[in-house]
């Protein structure tokens, strides 16, 4: 297993590390029994991202699929940030180890869940998919 | 940079001497099976260091034979040694909860044939325990496999009691002893150990080069059938450079074996004192009977691969239980077995050291390892509710003043 | 005293190339499985060396498992695959009488789980003939196993042919290439393998590395259980250094492969040519297609140990196939499956020439094997016989006239 | 498996080897089957082995083990020579390897029935061991 040139520079150097105090929405995915845990925040101006930060406990993997995925949805409207996949992210990086794409996964799903968070905060019916698209069961966080 | 390999658990440098020995073993190119002269030279290069390495673990050379490492090993014994249970009619094997994998999965095979196993547990403190070993024997136990020495966290098993009980009971003893050869003191007759696997690459030989111990009497069926290599019961045509180099390594390593464990001893320990400093970090298994150069710790709130990477960063190759090429979610088997929690499991970091490390070495290492650690914390969500936590229950305490 | 290795077949000299290429990747000493940049570089230098010598054999570096050797291959291979038939509920093996040890022990220990081998004829010229393949298959036939050059007399075996069989019938179809790989043109898919071992030592590589090809999509259960090595396929820490060599030397040998070939063949020619004209002396199998470098007569009267070990006072590293170290008084399985009688059988040689031998190795050989035969024989009371019943026939013959 | 020097040395410059024309006894044993077949030539003058030759077809053990047989006998009493075992010609070899330990037998055999041969032509009725005491199938003459 080898971690591309790509996934070791987000990892030595990630992009939006932090917590924004005054979030629109966070969404926190995985569980530290699986090793991994997604803490994504956002702040929403007209359904624009304008500001996005992460916290995360993982492997190098996670850190940098969670670095490189708030840099796709910075400044991004709402339904552009939720169209972002897995894949997406995986391919942002050069590629993933095969035992670690679920780390893009998470990634995914930390989107999706401060999206969902924001919604439900401002009270807006919206639905989003935040299930575990890929049948991978550590997405949801169950200390 | 510095550049500190800490990582000697997991392979090692070769020695000097044991390269130079490969080298030139490599221009003495014959077949050790071949008759003419380059053959025989061969074959007495061989044979000198089968008798090199039987000597050293307390055995007789024809009792000692080489194969392709560790994991070769303890294949063969255990399946070769399984066959022969079949005959006499005995399924039970006893084995321990945090064996190599080369055991573990060999085992699994053999339970999917019938055979029954139980592992012991190794409890907090990370080693068997002889009434359990006992407790568990049945007049179908045909075989007992424990290793000498834990890979990850360096506790060293009571082989001789073991030994004894299994002799008394006539019961077969395999050990692994993969992580023990080379680094503690073993002689297989006194402690009654009847097959013991290992591998030249743990201590400074060769990579790809083993042997297995079959004490004389011990029926193993073979694993790799064909040519009359080691007398019939492993074919394939002997890695001479390899083999003679692995008995040099060893010579080597067992050479002031007191003295330099000693050294290795105290930069573990300061080590290890040092790790602990740091706020909820804990010693993975008890402080003694450990290897030498063992350090296996975990820290809360931080993931063990993204330890170990950042170590790299800064120079230094460590490693951490956390099974992170395996493929599998989970943490290692090894700390799961102590009864550590998967989140706490996942935060492990093992260092491993060998005579070729140095002081300076462990003061570098102590002075990156806390900044590392506070870095991953920062940014880590389980190290927010941890702290959320403590100045609640700080709260609640006084509270309840 | 002049020294000329004619022994290739049993092993060969690690070219320059291959011996540097070892010698600095152990340097780089870190284990594939370790995360850190040690590790990966390890790694990165196994799957460069996978995936030229996929290339090298029309295969793709992810159908590319290392082992130790030929003999491990050969016994995960059939071993492997066997389990698979089982499941199938097929139990028929087909393979020819004159297979590698590694190759016909394993079967013998499947025929003695209740598996069904049947062993093709090789007849004087020393080819499986595909009719008779034909003729074999049953339905309840899984695997066919025939090597692809034979290691004693180097007759090379109709393979696209088998293999076009085996692809019609739905039957695996595995090769024992030891022989052939790195001496002649292999390409598993247009060929139609599914399995085939080989290992480094025959063709300028370091000893104890060899590889299973195993076509994508055929299952085998793993012989070396454990760690996650080879994807899981095959456990041990891997020999970084050998498999690298084992690259280089591969590319090395396949590099001009033509050209080399034709060099080496014709010094074969000539001595064969030469050879032929001691008296009662017989070529071994079909003079083509046949390795470039094997040579394989018999003398009668002489028996071969004393033939070789004769040449190795001289500097002629050579072979015979009267089985001299299996503690067998029988002569080679392999001859014998010539139709060879016994008393022939014992006096055989065999020379294996490569592309390292000169003319002048040639002339050397040709200048003192008839003075050896001629001692030998000058002693022995079997020549006398024969010498004897000559004059009788002559008498007889005179009589007749 | 390894010669000793001894082997080695016996094998290079065998002694005693050829044919006795007027020979007192001649003893062969072995087969070609097997590889291996020995002729003994005696010459007997009051009952000592006044001259002995060999010839030998088989492996370097055998004619190794030829040529020091020859030499232990040779002006022994015939009484003497009958005792000579297999094991005595290993020891004065410093050894053979266990596959090659048959050869000794058949120099052990040879002998004995090269004496016999002396002793039925001279018509002397006395019992001589011939038989393969060891289990080795391979010492009688069966081309
Ligand atoms: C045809 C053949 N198969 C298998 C082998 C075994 O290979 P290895 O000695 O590398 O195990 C050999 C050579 O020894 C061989 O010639
Ligand atoms: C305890 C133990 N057993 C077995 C093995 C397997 O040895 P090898 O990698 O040489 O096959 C190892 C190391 O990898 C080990 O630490």
Redesign the pocket.
């Given at each position: 297993m080898a971690y591309s040139d790509l996934v070791m520079e987000h990892f030595k150097n990630p992009r939006n590390v932090g917590k924004i105090d005054d979030a629109d929405g966070i969404g926190e995915v995985g569980n530290a029994k699986c090793g991994d845990i997604m803490k994504m925040y956002i702040k929403v101006k007209d359904d624009i991202i304008t500001d996005v930060k992460f916290n995360t406990y993982g492997c190098a993997s996670a850190i940098a699929t969670s670095s490189i995925a708030t840099e796709m949805i910075k400044g991004k409207p709402l339904d552009e940030a939720l169209k972002l996949t897995n894949k997406a992210v995986v391919e942002a990086l050069d590629g993933l180890p095969a035992v670690k794409v679920h780390c893009s996964v998470l990634a995914e799903q930390a989107i999706k869940a401060a999206i969902a968070d924001y919604y439900k905060r401002k009270g807006i019916e919206k639905e989003v998919d935040t299930s575990c698209g890929e049948g991978h069961c550590c997405c949801n966080r169950q200390d | 940079m510095k550049f500190v390999y800490a990582d000697n658990?997991?392979?090692t440098k070769m020695s000097e001497a044991s390269k130079q020995a490969l080298i030139q073993t490599i221009d003495n190119y014959g077949n050790p099976s071949s008759l003419h002269n380059m053959g025989v030279k061969a074959f007495y290069a061989i044979d000198e260091a089968r008798n090199k390495i039987a000597k050293a673990l307390g055995s007789a050379g024809n009792e000692l034979y080489f194969t392709?490492?560790?994991?070769?090993?303890?294949n063969w014994a255990i399946k070769g040694f399984a066959e022969n249970m079949k005959k006499k009619g005995k399924n039970h094997i006893i084995s321990s909860a945090f064996?190599?994998?080369?055991?573990l999965h060999t085992l699994s095979a053999l339970e999917k044939q019938g055979f029954e196993v139980t592992y012991l547990p190794v409890y907090q403190d990370g080693y068997v325990r002889i009434d359990d070993l006992k407790a568990a024997i049945t007049d179908k136990t045909g075989l007992v496999t424990i290793?000498?020495?834990?890979?990850e966290i360096g506790t060293i098993q009571p082989i001789s009691e073991i030994g004894s009980v299994c002799r008394e009971k006539g019961i077969v003893f395999h050990t692994?002893?993969?992580?023990a050869v080379g680094h503690v003191e073993i002689d297989v007759k006194k402690q009654n150990i009847d097959l013991l696997?290992l591998?030249?690459?743990?201590f400074h030989g060769p990579?790809?080069?083993?042997a297995l111990y079959i004490r004389k009497g011990i029926l193993l069926s073979n694993l790799l059938e064909g040519g009359a290599q080691e007398r019939g019961k492993r074919a394939g045509t002997e890695n001479t450079a390899s083999v003679v180099a692995a008995a040099v390594a060893l010579e080597e390593a067992l050479t002031d074996l007191d003295e330099k464990n000693k050294r290795v001893a105290a930069m573990r320990d300061r080590l290890i004192d040092g790790l602990l400093k740091i706020e909820r970090s804990r010693l993975n298994g008890s402080r003694s009977p450990r290897l030498a150069g063992n350090v296996s710790v975990c820290f809360e709130g931080v993931e063990g691969e993204a330890l170990l990477l950042s170590l790299d960063l800064v120079g230094i190759s460590a490693s951490s239980g956390s099974a992170c090429t395996s493929g599998s979610l989970d943490p290692s088997h090894v700390l799961l077995a102590l009864g550590l929690p998967h989140e706490i499991a996942h935060g492990s970091l093992r260092l491993s050291l060998s005579e070729y490390n140095s002081e300076e070495d462990v003061d570098y290492i102590l002075s990156v390892i806390p900044g590392i650690i506070e870095r991953l914390r920062d940014m880590s969500p389980v190290w927010e509710d941890i702290k959320e936590n403590e100045s609640k229950e700080t709260k609640d305490t006084k509270k309840d003043n």
């Open positions: - | 658990a997991a392979t392709s490492g560790g994991s070769e090993s303890d064996e190599h994998h080369g055991i290793m000498y020495a834990n890979n692994d002893a993969v992580q696997s591998s030249a690459h743990k990579k790809g080069i083993g």
